[in-house]
């Protein structure tokens, strides 16, 4: 079993930061790809920002500038830090994880339990 536990939602005035940990555990051999994504209420979930084993890292255009993703290999776990944040960050943000469980066992997708950012005006 694998586990993906996220903290460091909250409410957060416009202009502020906040950062988002993501932790897994369990059974993991490797991860390859780690991830943040969020879910707006009425809207689709989308891609907030990704970051593979190599440390190449993918940003929304919307985000580009203001959020840092990072991992910390040791500790299996992504951070997401996000500066001048806006009303429209507004959303729960999942963490997503590819994750291999053993040497030659399949790679899957796992997601966090959602943690939920607010940005007041």
């Known amino acids: 079993q694998v586990q993906l536990v996220e903290s460091g939602g909250g409410l957060v005035q416009a202009g502020g930061s906040l950062r988002l940990s993501c932790a897994a555990s369990?059974?993991?051999?490797?991860?390859?790809?780690m991830g943040w994504y969020r879910q707006a209420p009425g809207q689709q979930r989308e891609l907030v920002a990704s970051i593979i084993s190599g440390d190449s890292t993918v940003y929304a255009n919307s985000v580009k500038g203001r959020f840092t993703i990072s991992r910390d290999n040791a500790k299996n776990t992504v951070y997401l830090q996000m500066n001048s944040l806006k009303p429209e960050d507004t959303a729960v943000y999942y963490c997503?994880?590819?994750?291999?469980?053993?040497?030659?066992?399949?790679?899957?997708?796992?997601w966090g339990q959602g943690t939920q950012v607010t940005v007041s005006s």
């Open positions: 997503n994880a590819d994750i291999k469980s053993s040497r030659f066992g399949v790679t899957g997708g796992y």
């Open positions: 369990g059974s993991i051999f490797s991860i390859s790809a």
